[in-house]
């Protein structure tokens, strides 16, 4: 299916008629679910799981609760996460019945990757999970809640208030002064604001009252809560996964500065395959350049070329060089003529390029070398880290280097590079080194390398 015009979730599109006009193969069932999703924010499907899967889900958590913890990864009531633990945790959280309804929803695979089980009801205030965990494009997550016994009223049930996913998304930056600590503003201020903003817009809060098995299916704008447990002796066994779709981005907005650029992202183990899910903007690569603490500013290069690399000869000048520059250069493994979307600004030849120094160790690595365009002094230089799964872009620091000058005299003052990186920041991985070189008013020529850094314990 396709996305709908709006880069958002055709279920959440002001076309969603027409959208739904452009699929006659759903069949009654469909059009009901995805019409009620559309209208109401939530969905509900009967008969999620077996009783024999709830039981053993229920056998195979109940011993990771801490009575003696109120809040924390596991404590008295919650626990994050069981499906590293519980195969049937992670049996439901990837249940076909389940992910096909998504899929349906949504247009794109989902991607399981949290789960929550609760022992009795969370008793959370009004909030809406898209302050909490978001994508862009915007609304690509959702939660499924899923009853393992049935739920009382008096047991803290889930509450929502059908059609508040309509609203805009509130974020950090749409309040006056929100204050330097993020964790407050979320727990003191933002829950009032939910609470007199469902007043004044006159939304009606519904309880779910729900049998063993069945799921309720939200959307990540829904405003929603626990309700207070009435009986403390009733127990409310259920379990929450949230889903992102594939190809977006994922970040914390309450974390985040969207209006300087800096998002705080998040990376997200896939239950499916327990590796990190590859991340792209509606399929569109993209690099992670530091920004503010924990924040990255998001960079596409959809000019440059794709990383896959056929080899090429070093041009008759450069094959000509004498001189140790020169002799490093023409022997070089690090040229290469990249396969281009578009056509090149210059002949891959002309760019000159060399690693001077390489320092890796477990916590850092320390690059530094030359690059340049003939009598062109450059705007800029950038290091780029690319696995499998994620690509970032860091400064490079500018420096002469009178030794290039003397070897090429068409060099700019500045041809130099060197780059500090601290690995920490990054996502473990195996990734491959790369310099970007951009001028003002052209196109930026990108080059990867043979160089390699692995980042993590495990790889």
């Excluded at 279920?11 to 009620?36: D, G, K, M, Y």
């Excluded at 999620?48 to 958590?61: C, F, G, H, N, Q």
């Excluded at 965990?133 to 009382?152: K, Q, T």
């Excluded at 578009?342 to 891959?348: D, F, L, N, S």
Aim: hydrophobic fraction near 35%; proline fraction near 6%; glycine fraction near 6%.
């Amino acid at each position: 299916m396709s996305d709908a015009p709006t880069n958002s979730p055709w279920v959440e599109s002001p076309f969603f008629r027409q959208e739904l006009a452009r699929r006659p193969a759903l069949t009654a069932t469909e059009i009901e679910l995805v019409t009620h999703y559309h209208t109401n924010g939530y969905a509900t499907l009967k008969d999620v799981i077996s009783d024999e899967l709830a039981e053993r889900i229920k056998r195979e958590v109940h011993g990771l609760f801490r009575p003696d913890v109120q809040e924390g990864w596991a404590s008295y009531y919650r626990v994050h996460d069981a499906w590293r633990t519980s195969p049937a945790v992670k049996e439901l959280a990837l249940a076909d019945n389940v992910t096909s309804a998504l899929r349906l929803l949504y247009g794109r695979n989902p991607v399981p990757f949290q789960t929550l089980n609760f022992l009795y009801g969370s008793q959370q205030v009004n909030h809406s999970d898209a302050i909490l965990f978001n994508s862009l494009p915007a609304r690509y997550m959702c939660g499924v809640w899923v009853a393992l016994e049935d739920v009382d009223l008096e047991s803290g049930p889930l509450f929502y208030y059908p059609t508040s996913h309509k609203l805009k998304e509130y974020y950090v930056q749409d309040f006056k002064d929100p204050g330097e600590n993020r964790d407050d503003f979320f727990n003191q201020r933002y829950p009032g604001f939910i609470s007199e903003l469902m007043a004044s817009e006159g939304f009606q809060r519904e309880q779910l009252r729900i049998k063993k098995g069945s799921a309720l299916i939200w959307s990540s704008n829904l405003v929603h809560g626990g309700m207070p447990r009435l009986n403390k002796a009733l127990t409310r066994w259920t379990q929450v996964t949230h889903y992102f779709f594939e190809d977006c981005i994922y970040y914390v907005p309450l974390y985040s500065n969207a209006i300087a650029g800096e998002f705080c992202l998040r990376d997200v183990t896939d239950l499916r395959t327990g590796g990190l899910v590859t991340q792209t903007y509606n399929g569109r690569k993209f690099l992670k350049a530091p920004a503010a603490h924990e924040r990255w500013r998001i960079q596409f290069l959809e000019e440059l070329a794709s990383p896959e690399l056929a080899s090429a000869q070093p041009s008759k000048e450069q094959s000509g060089l004498t001189g140790r520059l020169g002799s490093l250069l023409s022997s070089s493994s690090l040229f290469a003529r990249p396969k281009r979307r578009a056509a090149p600004r210059r002949e891959a030849s002309e760019l000159f390029f060399h690693i001077d120094g390489f320092e890796d160790s477990a916590a850092s690595v320390s690059i530094f070398g030359w690059a340049f365009l003939p009598d062109d002094p450059g705007d800029s230089m950038q290091l780029t880290f690319e696995s499998d799964s994620n690509s970032y872009l860091v400064d490079c620091a500018k420096m002469k280097r009178p030794d290039v000058n003397v070897a090429f005299p068409n060099s700019p003052p500045e041809p130099g590079f060197q780059a500090f990186v601290d690995k920490r920041s990054f996502a473990a991985g195996v990734y491959r080194v790369g310099l970007l070189l951009q001028s003002q008013g052209q196109g930026p020529l990108f080059r990867l390398t043979d160089r390699r850094v692995r980042v993590g314990p495990s790889v």
